[in-house]
């Protein structure tokens, strides 16, 4: 019978793998019916109120409370119907099932039917190492397959635990997720808030959105309805939950608890969205699926003619068949994929870019399209002075963020402060009218306070100011807070003379109806509305933020300070401009990334004018195309895909924007990497190819969501990922074009054994012993090739283009039938000189060898030269992998207990002669028909 030979054993463990192969694709199929049950998003739910645009009093009616809170029975009633104020937890999948799917890929199950093949030949050892190869990857997967409902888990931990709430009239604290539409809730600064509130009282509220918005600057919230259309920014009348409270107070009613809030809209896209797989492991399955195919059908065909042509026996036949699908399996393959990909990570990490997923580190040397947020990303998310006008003209100001260091231009003239009093007035009242401190940590300047007035204050110390000096100097006695209804704050000081005069800070529309006058020349002159508003302009077209600056007398001695005070008389100092500035390294990478042919979009939540701005600092955009998130909304999908191309800056951007627009570049066949650091990035960190979040300002929901995370906040750590991503891509093509061709010579081989009727050269134990002793060796070397020249000045690849291009086959055919003629003439040549089959069984094998140690070096650069010095000596593991391989091939060919195993002799010194000159003939020839391809494609050209 056909399987006379073969142990009982290995057919059991045959048939076990796959019984596990079967019990994966069940699962499989369930996990598919799971997905489809679930597929609806967000997009199917309830539209949501708009009750940020209706009055507080209709609001109110509508929910059915007062100002006193909800009774004991409504809360009841309420619960029932909203249930806790908690995002439910998704069905789970069982451990079981999370780690059979991972056996649903076609290469593993070749990988499973050629560990079965050496199970039956009783090779347990390559067995063991091939079923090891498949349980490490699935294991990868199972750990890697729990990240979206990790950062599920962290967007229910943003919902804050307590609530101060007014119930019946009587105030108290109890659990968050006990709140329920229609309740009153207090807000004070330093509070989570608990849930989304239509607010209906505020005094000086600020809260900090940026996890939803992206906007680096606190919003000051406001009791009055918006417009219907207005976005997710500008809806002030709504404290949304999760953001935190920065300044002032507030009350609100509960309009939207649980999954029903903002930030539980983005917990169901973030839980609906699809996880792409990555352009390595689509080709890798299309490769898989050609390979099966290919060796099902040559191993028939084989099979078919040995026995009808040859009149060789059915069982012959069967073990000749095994030997070559053994032969064209390349079961080394997936170690290599997995090793290589393994050293992009370590290298990533040393550049400060932490890989989440082992597949991204390809990806991202295929990526086309980078969308990037800019608070914290493109910029430092920090609000730094950029810009200072008075009546003597418009001042540039050096340094950024809160790093006092920095100094001041006029007309591109570096200046001293003391030489221009209003100047200097200017930037002491800036320090004085000020809450904000600053505190200088290992380095680093640390911010206590709001962030504008830590701008500000930063001025004042870049003008030369000492902040305690200043403030014992000028002792302040009274203070007007910042109220949103008066749009400034003011301070009364005092000298030691007595005499009191007050500083002003504000809205620029706002201080111009409280002055009469501005400083010119030492003296106060009517106010020019027509100057100030032509700074304003300029100081708006550079995206910056204005803030202006006053002073007015008072009585002496005064120690109070009231609004009537100030409603007329004060004197405009001048105004300046604010902006959260871009990283100096950031530009640089951005223009790296350019040139290696990456487009950079910046999507952000702030205005268009800003983000225009920064924009053109960035040299992202032409300047002026700009595409508003109304303008998203007002469009369809092919509409928005239509425009998406064209447009560089996305403004007032919410995270359905962000996901449409990843959606939208993937549709028209881009590779898209997406970054960010809040909550609202999240659902389009996990759609995009490669998700890439904030480790240090980024929120742990948007860490979960993606596939790599930057150490440093740089976006300059993402052009040199892309540079580690493409050379890994490089080596892993290196490595499959350096392993084929040993599988392809080997299954030619036999092939052309049984077609000339000779014995076979290699045994199918010789032939796994090749293979696996090349690939952790010789292959493995290959992933420590360094990145070539010029590797960021090329184009991204085609992230359809075959993992087998024309070129590649052409490769692996050519360096096929080198490898065949030389190790099938070599055996042929010993058999006629009358040894035996086991010494010219070794002088193939070695020979096949031989030709793989130089290959390796061909293989070091797919079309450059390698015959100079860098070329052979450049990689130091390839020299440490040739001496390993030597001295296994010694112990493979001299050793006993190995002749005994694999069926071996020892062969003298000239027939290794031999060997080396013959295996030596595949160096030249690659590299002429390297200068050959070259030629050609020149001549094209």
Known sequence: MIFDDVPISGLLILIALFVLAIAGIIFVRLKSRLTDNSATGPSSAKTAESWYALDSAEVMTRLRTSHEGLGEEEVKRSLAKYGPNRLPEPKKRGPLLRFLVQFHNLLIYVLLVASGVTAMLGHWVDTGVILGVVVVNALIGFVQEGKAENALREIRRMLSPQAMVLRAGRRGTLPAEELVPGDMVLLHSGDKVPADLRLIKSKDLQVQEAVLTGESVAVVKQTGAVAHDAVLGDRRSIAYSGTLVTYGQGTGVVVATGVNTEIGRISAMLEHVETLTTPLLRQMGQFARWLTGAIIAIAAATFAFGVLSRGYSATEMFLAAVGLAVAAIPEGLPAIMTITLAIGVQRMARRNAIIRRLPAVETL????????????????????????????????????????????????????????????????????????????????????????????????????????????????????????????????????????????????????????????????????????????????????????????????????????????????????????????????????????????????????????AIGTQMVIGDGETVLAGHEIEAMDDEQ??????????????????????????????????????????????????????????????????????????????????????????????????????????????????????????????????????????????????????????????????????????????????????????????????????????????????????????????????????????????????????????????????????????????????????VASSVLILVELEKYLVQFVHDRRK
């Open 365 to 612: 040397g295929s990526v086309t399209v980078i969308c990037s947020d800019k608070t914290g990303t493109l910029t430092r998310n920090e609000m730094t002075v950029k810009s200072v006008a008075t009546t003597t003209g418009l001042f540039d100001v050096d340094g950024v963020g809160y790093d006092p260091h920095g100094g001041f231009q006029l007309d591109g003239t570096e200046i001293e402060v003391i030489d221009y009093p209003i100047l200097s007035e200017l930037t002491r009242a800036a320090l004085l009218c000020n809450d904000a401190a600053l505190q200088e940590k290992e380095g680093e300047w640390v911010l206590h306070g709001d962030p504008t007035e830590g701008a500000l204050l930063t001025l004042g110390l870049k003008a030369g100011l000492d902040q305690f000096f200043e403030q014992e100097a000028w002792p302040r006695t009274d203070v007007i807070p910042f109220e949103s209804e008066h749009r400034f704050m003011a301070t009364l000081h005092h000298d030691r003379a007595g005499h009191s005069f007050a500083y002003i800070k504000g809205a620029p529309e706002r201080l111009f109806e409280m002055c009469t006058r501005q400083r010119f020349g030492g003296e106060d002159v009517p106010l020019d509305i027509d100057y100030w508003l032509h700074k304003m302009h300029t100081m708006a077209s550079r995206g910056q933020r204005v803030l202006a600056i006053a002073s007015k007398p008072a009585e002496e001695l005064r120690s109070e300070l009231t609004f009537a005070d100030l409603e007329t008389g004060s004197t405009l100092l001048g105004i300046v401009g604010i902006i959260d500035p871009p990283r100096e390294d950031a530009i640089r990478a951005v223009d790296r990334c350019q040139s290696a042919g990456i487009r950079v979009k910046m999507i952000t939540g702030d205005h268009a004018v800003t983000a225009v």
């Open 640 to 917: 928005l895909r239509a425009a998406v191309d064209g447009v560089d800056i996305f403004a007032r951007s919410s995270p359905e924007h962000k996901l449409r627009l990843v959606r939208a570049l993937q549709a028209n066949g881009h590779v898209v990497a997406m970054t960010g650091d809040g909550v609202n990035d999240a659902p389009a960190l996990k759609r995009a190819d490669v998700g890439v979040a904030m480790g240090q300002q980024g929120t742990e929901v948007a860490k979960e969501a993606a596939e790599m995370v930057l150490a440093d906040d740089n976006f300059a750590s993402i052009a040199n990922a892309v540079e580690e991503g493409r050379t890994v891509y490089d080596n892993l093509k290196k490595a499959i074009l350096f392993i084929l061709p040993t599988n392809g010579g080997e299954a030619l081989t036999i092939i052309g054994a049984i077609a000339l009727g000779r014995a076979l050269p290699i045994t199918p134990v010789q032939i796994l012993w090749v293979n696996m002793i090349t690939a952790v060796t010789l292959a493995l070397a290959l992933a420590f090739e360094p990145s070539e020249k010029g590797v960021m000045q090329r184009p991204p690849r085609n992230p359809r283009e075959a993992l087998l291009t024309p070129m590649f086959v052409w490769r692996i055919l050519f360096v096929s039938l080198i490898l065949v003629a030389g190790t099938f003439g070599l055996f042929l040549w010993e058999r006629n000189q009358g040894s035996d089959i086991e010494l010219a069984r070794t002088v193939a094998v070695n020979t096949l060898v031989m030709f793989e140690i130089f290959y390796l070096f061909n293989s070091r650069y797919i079309l450059d030269p390698v015959l100079n010095r860098a070329g052979l000596l450049g990689n130091r593991y390839a020299l440490m992998a040739v001496g390993l391989l030597l001295i296994f091939q010694l112990c493979f060919t001299y050793l006993g207990s190995m002749q005994t195993l694999f069926g071996t002799a020892a062969i003298d010194a000239p027939t290794w002669g031999r060997i080396v000159l």
